[in-house]
């Protein structure tokens, strides 16, 4: 049973113990998010000598650019990418990890490492293999299996760098959340249809993944964010949105035009329509998706 | 360990005492990029100036790149707890020029009573960092310039004996090392302050109107009309036939393409010296940049950080900062920075005391910057680039280039879309400065 307290005659008590976490959503989000918003209606130079507050400017400078929307479809390109491969590495690796029977922590501790790495950190060591003039990995590529593979100049080499790059730091992630689902399931379940003769596919398809799909859904939601929002650390120090623009996804631009580039106003402008447009997505995530899950009784 | 940790207290207790005895000596702070390798130069240089004298104590703090320690300081002025001094990308320039938070490292030294006479200084270094009628606004900290870098006993395995003058030359070399096995024949380390900034200064062309913004910030840029095309087409032909290999953007990715002997060439700044020093397996020379023919070659354009002082701070505290300044500039600091760093000297006098030493004799590469950075007669082409929002406006042209080398866009249509992105940044910068 749920404990339950009722404040209905005690309503300075609620908000009196609201209050120290309201205080500090207040300070670190709410305070933050309507700086951006008011920011994106100004211009002004980085050490707050001016300020004019100048409308729609921004969002006009924003929307006219043509490679604006380069960075829009290259986003939804990336974001895709990353969060399917994220999030079926993820669910395979603990598939096998749920079924190895020997050695199953070191598995475990090996799938969880990378998520340890700094994403610059890994970006520098994605580089480190995978540059055409001397990556090790890129050599092999191009001697042993005769693949022309150049990130610098080709665009599709470098978004796939990209994706393979971010996602696979978000496989730890999703594997630990993956296991402790896979875990959580009666064997009672998994033996009665091996008894009634289903196989192992056909007991994932009609019991695993359906009981999962809980935690499938969720990690849809917390990958799409992460793709959208937290890999400007891995565009920068592997392509900086290059080549030629390929790779130059919608928070990259945030990143280089605000912390880079030090243009607030045009910063603020793109971060409040990539909040838009996440916010968008999340809640046609939760309208379609979300009916299909099943969740626990 | 406890005694250790019992030592380490008495120290400091120790330390307490005497600076309370001796009457603390006024802090000076002084931020600045941590610069890896080179840190140690840094450190040096600082505990030299401290330990010469009592009054003033630097305490130096690294923040990270050159963008967060630029990041860092804005907060700091919001915040009202500036630095010092802080050391500034060159092509930060601008920006700090119109912060309302900069004291002048020229009015400084007046004020301060050092007579110095700027003429003994290397005059292109100084005009970077100069306002249009010649005053001083930051002092020249981590200037290098970029310069042609070959390998010597790859040239021997072509048969080529000395490096190549001209670009043209430069393509019939590369040619010959691609036939002596050579998979890539050359590469560059910030391309666009090479093949655009560089090229145009060398060759005495303007990179932007207003004298590439030094009169004002209605500047545009002009280089898609320049001989800069023609250098870009031309390298997207080298690019066909592997004579080019794009390395990647800004520095890092075209030294291990070099030292690791795959590239036969590589311009790159000539502060890459101690690096290549450490890791190249040949030998390898520097030769100044090359230039057209029938040209004769200018100044080439520096580039590097830049020591600026702050505004807010006390009278003494000034007094202070004009000492380490003149401390910093002086012939033994000047020639001991650029043997430990690779970055060029500021005076003439620590370069003819450097050059005494035989110091070139040894190390040929480390003389090239400085006599390319004083070919011909600096112009107010070849004076600075004097432009805001650089981040943005390279980044932008950046990715135009990469997409020459991929060839999506001919060298024309690629810095027509340059110039258009970029005089849209700098209308921009214009707008944020409240014009």
Request: glycine residues 8%.
């Amino acid at each position: 049973m749920i404990k339950r307290v009722n404040f209905q005659r005690h309503k300075p008590l609620a908000f009196l113990l609201l209050a120290p976490q309201m205080l500090v959503l207040a300070i670190f989000v709410f305070w933050p998010a309507a700086q951006a918003l008011y920011q994106a209606f100004t211009i002004s130079d980085p050490f707050g000598q001016h300020s004019t507050f100048v409308w729609f400017d921004n969002f006009r400078d924003v929307l006219t650019s043509p490679e604006y929307f380069n960075s829009i479809y290259r986003t939804a390109i990336f974001s895709t990418g990353t969060t399917a491969s994220a999030v079926l590495a993820g669910l395979g690796f603990a598939v096998l990890v749920d079924r190895v029977a020997r050695g199953k922590s070191v598995y475990r501790l090996m799938i969880i490492w990378p998520y340890a790495v700094a994403p610059v950190l890994a970006g520098v060591l994605w580089l480190f293999l995978f540059h055409p003039i001397y990556g090790a990995i890129a050599l092999m590529l191009k001697q042993g299996f005769g693949i022309p593979w150049n990130p610098l100049l080709d665009g599709s080499d470098a978004m796939l760098l990209v994706i393979v790059a971010a996602a696979w730091k978000q496989v730890s992630y999703n594997f630990v959340f993956f296991l402790a689902a896979l875990q959580a399931i009666p064997r009672s379940l998994i033996e009665a249809a091996a008894i009634d003769g289903a196989g192992p596919i056909r007991r994932f398809v009609s019991i695993v993944f359906p009981l999962i799909s809980p935690t499938t859904f969720f990690l849809l939601v917390i990958n799409v964010v992460y793709a959208f929002f937290d890999t400007f650390g891995i565009i920068h120090a592997l392509t900086q949105g290059g080549p030629g623009g390929a790779t130059d996804i919608l928070v990259y631009k945030v990143y280089a035009d605000g912390f880079l580039g030090l243009d607030l106003g045009l910063s603020s402008a793109q971060s409040v329509i990539l909040m838009i447009l996440v916010i968008g997505l999340t809640a046609v995530q939760f309208r379609y998706l979300e009916r299909r899950v099943k969740y626990a009784q | 360990m406890r005694n250790r940790l019992f030592g380490a207290l008495a120290g400091m207790v120790a330390a307490f005492a005497a600076s309370v005895a001796a009457a603390a000596p006024i802090e000076i702070q002084f931020w600045h990029p941590t610069l890896g390798p080179i840190d140690d130069a840094l450190k040096q240089q600082i505990e030299s100036f401290n330990n010469s004298q009592t009054a003033y104590k630097v305490v130096a703090s690294g923040r990270g790149t050159y963008d967060e320690t630029f990041n860092a300081a804005i907060a700091g002025f919001r915040a009202n707890k500036s630095p010092h001094l802080l050391v500034v990308i060159g092509q930060g320039t601008q920006s700090m020029l119109l912060s309302g938070a900069v004291y002048p490292v020229q009015d400084l030294l007046a004020a301060e009573g050092y007579k110095i006479d700027w003429d003994n200084y290397i005059q292109p270094v100084l005009n970077y960092y100069r306002t249009k009628d010649m005053k001083l606004l930051s002092l020249p900290f981590s200037v290098s310039t970029p310069i042609l870098w070959y390998n010597k006993d790859g040239f021997a395995k072509a048969g080529l004996t000395r490096p190549p003058v001209t670009w043209d030359e430069m393509g019939e070399y590369l040619t010959k090392l691609r036939a002596a096995g050579f998979e890539c024949g050359y590469t560059s380390g910030w391309q666009q302050w090479v093949h655009v900034d560089n090229y145009s200064t060398i060759h005495d062309l303007p990179i932007a109107t207003l004298h590439n913004g030094l009169d004002g910030l209605a500047a545009t840029f002009t280089y898609n009309k320049t001989d800069v095309v023609k250098n870009i087409a031309r390298l997207q032909s080298w690019v066909a036939d592997g004579r080019y290999v794009y390395s990647g953007r800004q520095g890092s990715s075209a030294t291990p393409a070099f030292a690791s002997g795959r590239c036969a060439m590589m311009t790159h700044s000539s502060a890459v010296f101690s690096s290549l020093q450490a890791s190249a397996k040949f030998a390898f020379e520097a030769a100044p940049l090359p230039y057209e023919a029938g040209t004769t070659p200018h100044n080439s354009l520096i580039g590097g950080g830049a020591l600026w002082v702050l505004k807010g701070h006390k009278p003494e505290e000034y007094k202070g900062v004009a000492a380490f300044l003149a401390h910093l500039a002086s012939p033994d600091q000047q020639a001991k920075w650029h043997k430990d760093t690779g970055y060029m000297p500021i005076t003439k006098a620590a370069y003819e005391k450097v050059k005494a030493e035989g110091y070139y004799e040894k190390y040929p590469q480390q003389e090239v910057a400085i006599t390319q950075v004083q070919r011909g007669t600096p112009t107010l082409n070849t004076m600075t680039v004097r432009l805001g929002n650089a981040n943005q406006y390279v980044a932008a042209l950046e990715e135009e280039m990469e997409a020459v080398w991929a060839n999506k866009k001919t060298a024309q249509q690629a810095m027509d879309d340059a110039v258009r992105r970029g005089n849209e940044i700098l209308r921009r910068f214009e707008r944020q400065r409240g014009n």
